[in-house]
């Protein structure tokens, strides 16, 4: 570049060198690389919207769950009063495609038992609740296939009880509702040993909860 100079105002006034054409066309080429980079970018975003096209976050509107299990006396059964669960789920035109992630939540000390308090507190001594006030459950993997009127749903995902984690693998029923609120259900049996836990017993040892229990279970996820 070559330079006219006005040092009494302190201006520089500069024009392109036309003995060197490469640097005449050099903002050109910066400017159409600029939007080379733009369109790059714009794809990518693209494909990300067409990637999560349908994936909807879900919270619980509704749910029914109970544990039911045996003792050398006679069958017990628990209710959960209270659980929390989110999930990203995908729908595209009232169906159901995929269940890309679900999250639950119980209070220990939200399951109830139909034998009354005594029987409670031996359930949450069981769970150790002070130490591990809640039972979680992570969803790593699901299956959708499409049955009647509804979805099985095979599931794989990680169960935390009593501070211990296991892999449990469930087949869930889901049903997609009028309102868009999905409707999962479905059991599983577990074995408390399984997770260190101390089955209850009651009246010195003599009356002993089995170490098998099956949840039983219905919740409805609504989008958020």
């Known amino acids: 570049m070559s330079c006219v100079q006005r040092y009494s105002m302190i201006r520089i006034k500069c024009r392109p060198n036309l003995g060197h054409p490469a640097s005449f066309f050099e903002g050109d080429i910066f400017v159409q690389k600029f939007f080379e980079m733009k369109i790059i970018i714009a794809f990518i975003l693209l494909l990300a919207t067409v990637r999560s096209f349908g994936q909807i976050e879900f919270g619980v509107s509704s749910f029914s769950m109970s544990i039911k299990g045996t003792s050398n006396l006679h069958d017990w059964e628990s209710s959960v009063k209270e659980l929390k ?65 509804g979805y099985d749903v095979a599931t794989s995902g990680k169960l935390t009880m009593a501070g211990v984690t296991n892999k449990v693998d469930m087949m869930v029923r889901a049903r997609v509702e009028a309102d868009g609120s999905v409707t999962f259900s479905g059991s599983k049996k577990l074995k408390l040993s399984e997770f260190k836990m101390k089955r209850p017993s009651a009246l010195l040892g003599t009356v002993t909860v089995g170490d098998e229990v099956e949840v039983v279970f219905k919740v409805s996820l609504k989008p958020n």
């Open 85 to 149: 669960a989110t999930g990203a789920i995908g729908i595209d035109a009232a169906e159901l495609n995929s269940v890309k992630s679900v999250s639950v939540e119980i209070p220990v000390k939200a399951i109830k038992s139909t034998k009354g308090r005594v029987m409670d507190n031996k359930t949450y001594d069981a769970f150790k609740a002070n130490d591990n006030p809640f039972i979680t459950y992570t969803l790593e993997s699901a299956t959708v296939t499409k049955k009647g009127d």
